[in-house]
């Protein structure tokens, strides 16, 4: 295989909090991006999806956050990049769409300005250039009327639009990669799916690689070409979406497919499994997931699981993987 | 939003009629006879009635109220009993010197508080933070007075670089005009200062953990791009309002600085009134200061009306 266009290699994060405890947020996450191809992060809420994608941007508040690993992007360390380069990158060569569509733009500035502004900053654009592409730009996601949105605010937009108007502006520069962190969590379905095919069709014209963060399997089905299982800061299960979807090799996969995994079939969130997720600031000796496994063990409780490989580029995180026997 | 202008205009009319009852009300709590004051040492009962009768002193006190409005509305704030002078014209010597006062006062404020509002939310928990939030403390509680005497002492006495009192026009000598001011400016905008400091600094540090100035990150903008185009458009609206909030502070400490600076505005021309219970001087200057107040806060509106999209249409 050809050099990756991302790799994160034990990635980790940390979080002092004010009452000098620290929060493991993200554990060892580890994966690699192709280019052009699309990752789909799954995993409940807190696990750490949003904390890995703003460290591969650079986004974590310096303050309070430390990370170490490493994020080889197109041949640079981000996490140990100046942050000259960082900033070049960003919005160029990176990009990222958030999952608040109602707060992510500026409401004192247009949209067409807030897109400008990419192009004006990576490009050297003029303003009237910058202003031309923005409509292009707002065309290209299928605003309607670009000419007269441009120069609205966002309060003027719905939910929908704004989404599309930050794509717009994600993707002003023409980026290498997306990071879309839950794009259509906060939108109504219509919108979400509209959203979604929007993605699909701007994916098939630019070639953009995405890493799709997201609670809707039946996504990750449709849009994705590999699949990473976050649970309690660390990956449990990566693999290519068909193999995942037939057969999961982590337990915790198998309870967030559901009893039977389908393909065709969109399930709006992830099926519910028992249990709470561990406390990050004293994460459990063995396996993060064990209080919650039907098929703990002494071991499991005792010792965490290294990663293996089950098949070729299919990993779980499991004593008991490959689970062949244990599923019928 | 002319809609909004016109109601504001409206709510102005029941504004200035309920402060002119309150000012004209109030006074009349004032111990001491005006009459007995202008009479002097002999106290001639006849002198007594005739100023009485000429400042209709000895009409019942709406009736008083009503001259006195009906001349306000004609443009006539009545006349000083102890220098013989229309008041309007006094208002009008001595408002260009307060108005100069205030708005270099203003603008020191401006420029130190939120811009040390900005800098220490940038620079949050280090030692430039502590340093602005130690000297807005200090701003806040120190009083008028004593800086002023402070100042004074380093500057006149001291180092003799700046005059101690008195006041320069700015037509006559444009920089003696600054130097006679700058001190009680200083003091004036000092307290303010520290006020709009901490509202910036608030504003600010929630504002630059919102999802739109991540935003601003993620698109690869130099940081100071982030924080004074996307972030303190935000920050500084809400503080355009609070700030106005501030111009009462302004005006009533006018009053004593202009004391201690002995600078001739409306504060030592309110204070002398007082003392003499010259009614009709009182009056106008304190119309025409709470006028001056209302109409800052409509302009502060206005401003906070066109700095916010969403008001805007
Ligand atoms: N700035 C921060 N300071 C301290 N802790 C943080 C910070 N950001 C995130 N965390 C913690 O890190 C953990 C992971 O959060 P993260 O936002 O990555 O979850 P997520 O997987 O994106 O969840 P969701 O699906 O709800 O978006 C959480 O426990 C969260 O409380
Ligand atoms: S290691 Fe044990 S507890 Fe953890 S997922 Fe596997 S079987 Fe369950
Ligand atoms: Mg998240």
């Known amino acids: ?328 | 939003m002319l809609p909004f202008l016109g109601r504001r205009l409206l709510q102005l009319i029941p504004t200035l009629f309920f402060v002119s009852v309150i000012i004209f009300g109030l006074q009349q709590l004032l111990p001491g006879d005006p009459a007995l004051i202008m009479a002097g040492e002999d106290r001639d009962p006849e002198v007594i009635a005739q100023i009485r009768a000429q400042y209709r002193l000895d009409q019942p006190i709406p009736v008083q109220y009503v001259y006195w409005m009906k001349g306000v509305l004609s443009g006539d704030l009545g006349e000083s009993m102890r220098i013989k002078k229309p008041v309007l014209d006094l208002v009008l010597e001595k408002l260009p010197v307060t108005a100069q006062l205030a708005g270099m006062a203003i603008l020191i404020a401006l420029v130190i508080g939120v811009g040390a509002g900005i800098v220490s939310a940038v620079y949050k928990d280090t030692w430039l933070d502590y340093g602005a939030n130690i000297f807005a403390l200090w701003g806040i509680s120190t009083p008028n007075f004593w800086l002023g005497i402070l100042l004074i002492f380093l500057f006149s006495v001291q180092l003799g670089w700046l005059p101690a009192s008195g006041y320069v026009r700015p037509s006559e000598d444009l920089r003696a005009s600054l130097a006679s001011t700058i001190m009680p400016a200083f003091v004036l905008g000092n307290a303010i200062a520290a006020v709009l400091m901490r509202h910036t600094r608030g504003a600010m540090l929630q504002v630059l953990s919102s999802d739109y100035v991540r935003t601003a990150r993620a698109k690869g903008l130099l940081e100071r791009s982030v924080v004074l185009k996307h972030a303190m458009r935000n920050a500084l609206t809400p503080v355009i309002t609070l700030g106005a909030l501030e111009l009462g502070t302004l005006l009533s400490g006018a009053v004593l600085t202009e004391q201690i600076f002995t600078v001739p505005g409306f504060g030592k021309l309110i204070v002398d009134a007082v003392f003499n219970r010259d009614y009709a001087v009182v009056q106008g200057v304190v119309l025409v200061t709470a006028t001056a107040y209302i109409t800052l806060n409509l302009l502060a509106d206005i401003a906070y009306m066109l700095a916010n999209p969403r008001l805007r249409s």
Request: one cysteine or more; charged letters at 25%.
């Open chain 1, 1 to 328: 295989m050809t050099e990756p266009l991302l790799a994160v290699d034990d990635l980790r994060v940390a979080f002092a909090g004010d009452d000098g405890r620290t929060t493991l947020a993200v554990d060892g996450v580890g994966f690699a991006l192709q280019r052009g191809r699309t990752l789909g992060i799954v995993g409940e809420s807190g696990c750490g999806k949003s904390v890995t994608s703003l460290s591969i941007m650079g986004l974590l508040p310096k303050q309070s956050a430390r990370v170490s690993g490493s994020v080889m992007f197109e041949g640079t360390d981000l996490l140990r990049a100046a942050d000259r380069t960082l900033r070049d990158l960003r919005g160029d060569r990176l990009a990222m769409i958030f999952q608040e569509p109602m707060t992510s733009l500026n409401p004192s500035y247009t949209v067409g300005d807030q897109i400008a502004e990419a192009v004006i900053r990576h490009r050297g654009a003029s303003p009237r250039e910058a202003r031309a592409h923005a409509i292009e730009m707002l065309r290209h996601v299928r605003i309607p009327s670009p000419e007269q949105r441009v120069d609205d605010y966002p309060h003027h937009l719905s939910g929908g639009m704004r989404q599309r108007a930050m794509i717009a502006m994600a993707l002003a520069c023409d980026p290498q990669l997306l990071i879309a962190d839950e794009p259509t969590t906060a939108l109504d379905v219509t919108i979400q799916a509209q959203i979604l095919d929007l993605m699909r069709r701007l994916r098939a014209e630019t070639g953009t690689a995405i890493i799709l963060i997201t609670h809707d399997l039946g996504v990750v089905a449709e849009l994705c070409d590999d699949i990473v299982v976050m649970y309690a800061g660390q990956v449990v299960e990566r693999a290519p979406v068909a193999a995942l979807f037939a057969q999961p090799q982590h337990p915790y996969t198998v309870g967030l497919l559901g009893s039977i995994p389908r393909l065709d079939q969109r399930r709006d969130r992830l099926a519910a499994i028992d249990g709470t997720v561990p406390n990050m600031t004293a994460p459990p000796p063995g396996c993060r997931f064990a209080r919650r496994c039907p098929f703990a063990d002494e071991r499991c409780r005792r010792e965490a699981p290294p990663p293996v490989e089950v098949a070729a580029g299919h990993m779980s995180r499991c004593w008991r993987a490959p689970l062949e026997h244990l599923v019928q």
